[in-house]
């Protein structure tokens, strides 16, 4: 039987639903919440539908990179240097260029792209046979824009990397239960933990916030109710803020698995942001972790 990651998914009915399947994925490539449509019809794009900061990026130039989708039934290579040279007029500079299609895989095509001297640093072309393989990677992707191809069998994995992959207002949040849930997939929350008495939390780093006094806070992944994993937080001056537990009380470290969490559970109070919250406490986040 043909599953997603051996069968090409069909192709998307209108340019706009192609742009919308082609900004998810690249949210998720890119590593940035932050990618943007650029402009709509009519207006001037530059050859570039969409737009971001990709995480590979950081540093290089404007850290811009822009895609162009395009949803045809041909393509030639005059087209695809047409297209490129319309993205040099983007501002910033764009220091990477993507050619997202519709069409087969077509070696012309792609040694055109890769033989080419461009004016951006790097250009490339992605076929549907590409971008189906990609989409596979995601389930809530294949949910959100392919029901019909969702593997309805959830692991462990599967709900930790959806967790990686969303994005703070991907969840709605009920501060009478203290439920994030992801808007998605019902199925899927963090709930923080309600004891009738909290514990006290003490390490040095606390007393950095004008309210010195913090307790433990141990938030819970669960899919239709059942509890797969534990993560440990401490609720800091006054509860504004839920900050991961540090490597420990003298190595002020967490990873960015737990910093993109807290992002999450913290997105709901408005005016008190995690990354406040981290500086205070002189709290880093080591990607080595």
Known sequence: MPTPATTDLPIPKSWDEFEDISADLLMRKWRDPYVIRNGRTGQKQNGVDIY????????????????QCKRVESMTEEQVRAEVESALGFEPKLEEYLLLTSLKRDATLQKFVRTTTWKIDRVEIFFWEDLSLQITEYNELLKKHFPGW?????SKGNLIQALVTSNPDDYVYDDSTGVHLLQSDVGFSLRLDRPEEYQTFEEPWVSNFPDKNASCQEVYLEYNGARIETFFFASVDGARYLVPYPKSATDLRISRFHYHLARILNAHSIGYDIDHALAIARIEIDPSL
């Not at 971001?52 to 895609?67: I, M, W």
């Not at 969702?150 to 959830?154: S, V």
């Open 52 to 67: 971001g900061k990709p995480a590979h990026l950081r540093g290089v130039g404007a850290e811009l990179a822009g895609a």
């Open 150 to 154: 969702f593997k309805q069998t959830t």
